[in-house]
Nanobody, 125 residues
Framework: QVQLAESGGGLVQAGGSLRLSCAASGRTFSSYAMGWFRQAPGKEREFVAAISRSGTTYYADSVKGRFTISRDSAKNTVYLQMDSLKPEDPAVHYC???????????????????WGQGTQVTVSS
């Protein structure tokens, strides 16, 4: 098992940047594919980005070209660099871990067994 803790959320103006961090503890971080999801009030959880154990990345169309997911296995941490934030981006952002094969990723929340508590991102207009 693995425990996840997000940090780095906050208030930012439209067009600004934030970097979210997800620190993992427990099982070896490299054993999991990692994903970022977000959920706005009254809406379903939305896929944002994912990275496989091998480093393959995938992004939702809404954030492609603006967000970057990366991982540092030595520090047991996954990052989400968020640039050019838009008013539709505000949400609670969740880090998640999935027990997938080496090169596999998933954009389905049900594939992820472990979740952090979330960190709020608010974009002012």
């Amino acid at each position: 098992q693995v425990q996840l803790a997000e940090s780095g959320g906050g208030l930012v103006q439209a067009g600004g940047s934030l970097r979210l961090s997800c620190a993992a503890s427990g099982r070896t971080f490299s054993s999991y594919a990692m994903g970022w999801f977000r959920q706005a009030p009254g809406k379903e959880r939305e896929f944002v980005a994912a990275i496989s154990r091998s480093g393959t990345t995938y992004y939702a169309d809404s954030v492609k070209g603006r967000f970057t997911i990366s991982r540092d296995s030595a520090k047991n941490t996954v990052y989400l660099q968020m640039d050019s934030l838009k008013p539709e981006d505000p949400a609670v952002h969740y880090c998640a871990a999935a027990n997938l094969y080496y090169s596999r990723i998933s954009y389905y929340p049900s594939a992820y067994a472990y979740w952090g508590q979330g960190t709020q991102v608010t974009v002012s207009s």
